[in-house]
């Protein structure tokens, strides 16, 4: 799945991984670490050219963009399998609490929670489609002055110009490969953006699993979930839901030392069966040997490691590898990112 070109020998033990991991629902998880380069810049719409060469949808998040997902979509059977709606009222909490750096108190949560059920009751009666909108309108009608305050809090990310959540979704959210495009979603919708999106994910995967499918994930600049308290928590606990439920999460990065200061994100390093390590810089190299019990000989493969060159774990094997990608292929074209490449081959 990461594409890596080797060896025969490497090759069967990238196949290999696949088919040992099918019993093990809780080593489902796999993460590429990788340091980044003047030559291999960090952009989040890396996927994209590719994804559109292979008839897939990409969804550009931004403030003012035309792409819309809603926040409040919840499909049949969401959550672990209790009430649905439970479950979307602690997302639609998790929303809310990061709206406000003081955090948000018992008679705010109760409202919120109260509200929630309303919207979806009110859909179950043949009511409007759930969104934030309607959540807001709903609010509006509650007697507490808590209930006004919160309407006003959501009411930027509803008839404001950060509002690319509160609407129903226009994108192709079933086609077969998703890629969601934050590359420009500012500081603002940022946290609010990683929760709905890694939430969408959640219903994709609950409905591939319904239909006995597969599904698999990539997360590329994975630290960025954890640069905020909520998203990290939140993602935290769809990580283990997206392996409950038949998907394979792969996480890269090129900032290890972001993964490797959060509790949360080493742990599901640590959890991960399969991982696949390049050029680390000496300081990260050694944290990761601490973490991953890799000796010193061994991280030699990637402390300061010619591009293209590193380590595979998988399970307690670890295994050296040479990925030299061919230049005179369209897949290269599509996938690079090398300052005066990218733009000249995709035709920008």
Not at 16 to 40: C, G, Q
Not at 96 to 110: A, N, V
Not at 321 to 330: A, E, G, L
């Amino acid at each position: 799945m990461f594409m890596l070109i080797a060896n025969e020998s490497i090759l069967r033990a990238a196949r290999k991984s696949d088919e040992m991991l099918e019993p093990y629902e809780w080593k489902r998880s796999r993460t590429v670490l990788r340091r980044e380069r003047a030559s291999n810049r960090p952009d989040l719409a890396d996927y994209a050219a590719l994804i559109e060469a292979m008839g897939g949808e990409v969804i550009r998040i931004a403030a003012g963009s035309r792409d819309h997902i809603n926040a409040m979509d919840m499909v049949e059977g969401y959550g672990d399998g209790g009430n649905p709606v439970v479950d979307k009222s602690e997302f639609v909490l998790s929303l809310f609490e990061q709206l406000d750096s003081g955090g948000i108190g018992p008679r705010e949560k109760s409202i919120i929670d109260r509200c929630t059920a309303y919207v979806y009751d009110d859909y179950r009666r043949g009511g409007r489609v759930p969104t934030l909108c309607v959540l807001r309108e709903k609010l509006l009608e509650q007697p507490e002055q808590e209930a006004k305050e919160l309407a006003l809090a959501l009411e930027l990310f509803t008839s404001g110009s950060l509002d690319a959540f509160a609407h129903e979704s226009n994108v192709d959210v079933n086609n077969r490969m998703v890629d969601y495009d934050i590359m420009d979603l500012g500081k603002q919708l940022k946290t609010m953006g990683l929760l709905v999106i890694t939430d969408a994910m959640l219903n994709r995967v609950t409905e591939n699993w319904k239909k006995g499918k597969r599904t698999h994930i990539f997360l590329d600049e994975f630290h960025v979930v954890f640069e905020n308290e909520y998203s990290g928590a939140f993602f935290n606990s769809a990580w283990r839901r997206f392996r409950k439920r038949n998907a394979f999460p792969n996480a890269i990065t090129q900032n290890v030392e972001y993964l490797l200061d959060s509790v949360l994100a080493s742990t599901m390093l640590s959890n991960s069966e399969f991982i696949v390590m390049l050029n680390q810089a000496a300081t990260d190299g050694h944290r990761l040997a601490k973490l991953l019990n890799i000796s010193k000989e061994q991280m030699d493969y990637i402390i300061n490691a010619d591009a293209g060159s590193g380590l595979i774990r998988y399970g307690s094997s670890l295994v050296p590898f040479v990925n030299q990608f061919p230049k005179n292929t369209r897949l290269y074209k599509l996938m690079t990112t090398k300052p005066g490449e990218d733009g000249v081959n995709r035709g920008w």
